[in-house]
C-alpha cells in the first residue's frame, strides 16, 4: 500500500500514520501540511490511498486532488462537514477510525465524489478555478505555474479568461471573490 496524507494538524497526522501501519503493509507514505505540498507529491509519487482532511490550508480545491489522483482520494471531514457523506470525520472514536480505516483498507469503504465547489453564473473550468484560488492567495504566476505544472503563458490565459467570466477588474474584486466563495 503506498499511502499520502494531507493533513496540517501534527498529532492527528501522526495518529493516523500510527493507525495506518497497524492496520496494514505500507510500502511508503508520505505527509503534508499543505494542499500545495499535498498536489506536488501527488504528482512526483504514485499512490493507492489518499487521505486529505477538508481543514488542510492551501489555496487548491478538493477537486484538484480528485483530478490528479490515480487513486481514490478520502477526505477526512470536520464538524462543519457533517451534512456531507464522508467516509471519515476527525470526530470519530478511536475504535471507528479502526473499523472504517479497516473497510477502507479492504475496498468495502469507496471514497465519496469530490465535486467543484464554484457557483458562478458561468461555471469556472477546475483549472481557472486553481488560478483564481491561488491569485487570492497571493501566488504568482509563476509560483502557479510551478505547482501546477503548466506554463505561465497558461497561468494567464486561466486568469484572464476567468476574470472575463467572473467579471472581476481589480485585486479588490479578487478578494471580495475570494471571500464571498469561501477561499479565503
Not at 499543505?34 to 477538508?54: A, D, G, N
Not at 476527525?90 to 467543484?116: C, F, N, Q, Y
Not at 497561468?155 to 469561501?182: C, P, Q, T, Y
Request: no cysteine; charged share 25%; proline share 2%.
Amino acid at each position: 500500500m503506498r499511502v499520502l496524507i494531507g493533513m496540517n494538524h501534527e498529532l492527528m497526522r501522526h495518529g493516523l500514520v500510527q493507525l495506518l501501519y497497524d492496520l496494514g503493509d505500507i510500502d511508503y507514505m508520505v505527509t503534508a501540511a499543505t494542499r500545495e505540498e499535498l498536489y506536488k507529491s501527488m504528482r512526483l509519487y504514485s499512490f493507492t490511498h489518499i487521505f486529505v482532511h477538508t481543514a488542510l490550508p492551501g489555496s487548491l480545491s478538493p477537486a484538484s486532488f480528485h483530478q490528479e489522483a490515480g487513486a481514490g482520494v478520502y477526505l477526512i471531514g470536520t464538524e462543519e462537514d457533517k451534512s456531507r457523506d464522508l467516509p471519515l470525520y476527525d470526530t470519530l472514536s478511536l475504535d471507528e477510525w479502526m473499523r472504517r480505516l479497516s473497510r477502507i483498507m479492504r475496498g468495502d469503504l469507496k471514497p465519496g465524489a469530490v465535486v467543484l465547489q464554484s457557483s458562478s453564473a458561468e461555471e469556472l473550468t477546475l483549472r481557472e478555478e486553481e488560478a483564481v484560488r491561488m491569485r487570492i492567495h497571493g501566488y504568482t504566476v509563476r509560483e502557479t505555474a510551478a505547482v501546477l505544472g503548466i506554463s505561465e503563458k497558461t497561468v494567464e490565459n486561466h486568469r484572464r479568461s476567468a476574470a472575463k467570466k467572473l467579471h472581476i477588474a481589480s485585486s479588490r474584486d479578487w478578494m471580495a471573490f475570494g471571500r464571498s466563495k469561501g477561499f479565503i
